[in-house]
């Protein structure tokens, strides 16, 4: 199997109030927006999917209960990144999870939010990675 992903969706509870969220709330455009599904281009190659989660689990053929053990990650430029994504998140109606602040882990600054179907955002400015003009993230400089 080759190493690679290419579209990540997530179930969502009220495809409306997370349309809401993710187009109006945090400025994203849509790729696609059908009744059933929304695609947004999320980088160079990745495509971000919010699907009903009873579509999901009927397409699946299994109930799939959403959780929060998987976070999504949105590197940034800089701690005043971080800091601009946190507030338009919490504007949009996102839970804020762990305001922005160092993180002694890794030597950058982050936030974390809940989405309105409580998938986990991991906002994040890692000194050790950069960010390409096409979305590619980079471990050192370009």
């Known amino acids: 199997m080759k190493q690679s992903i290419r579209v990540v969706t997530l179930g969502v509870a009220d495809l409306k109030r997370s349309r809401a969220f993710y187009s109006d709330g945090l400025g994203w455009t849509p790729l696609m927006d059908l009744e059933e599904i929304v695609f ?84 994040v400015h890692n000194p050790g990675l950069s960010v390409a003009d096409d979305g590619t993230v980079i471990f050192g400089s370009p």
């Open 40 to 123: 947004y281009q999320a980088g160079f190659g990745l495509l971000f999917a919010i699907w009903s989660l009873q579509d999901l689990c009927q397409d699946v053929g299994t109930p799939i209960t959403p959780g929060s053990a998987l976070s999504l990650g949105h590197n940034v430029d800089s701690r005043k990144d971080v800091d601009e994504v946190i507030e338009r998140a919490r504007s949009a109606g996102a839970t804020i999870l762990k305001e922005p602040q160092d993180a002694p882990l890794f030597g950058g600054y982050q936030g974390y939010f809940c989405d309105p179907d409580g998938h986990l955002w991991d906002i």
